[in-house]
């Protein structure tokens, strides 16, 4: 018998997934979201993400708007 594997992931790996482009689902709303100009959009609930790079230390900034 095998055992089960836990499907879960935690939000840093959502935000890495987000990156990369592998995940296009809001981690606010769930809608799709949109990837231009080096930020990811949420056009349901109009929240953002972008990457900066500070030498080898990658930021991740998450800005939600409450309405």
């Given at each position: ?25 809001c ?41």
């Open positions: 018998m095998t055992t089960v594997a836990p499907i879960h992931r935690t939000l840093e790996q959502e935000l890495q997934a987000l990156l990369r482009s592998a995940s296009l689902e981690l606010v709303c769930g809608e799709f979201v949109l990837h231009a100009a080096g930020m990811i959009t949420c056009p349901e609930c109009r929240s953002t993400l972008r990457a900066e790079s500070h030498s080898e230390i990658s930021q991740l900034h998450l800005e939600t708007q409450a309405g």
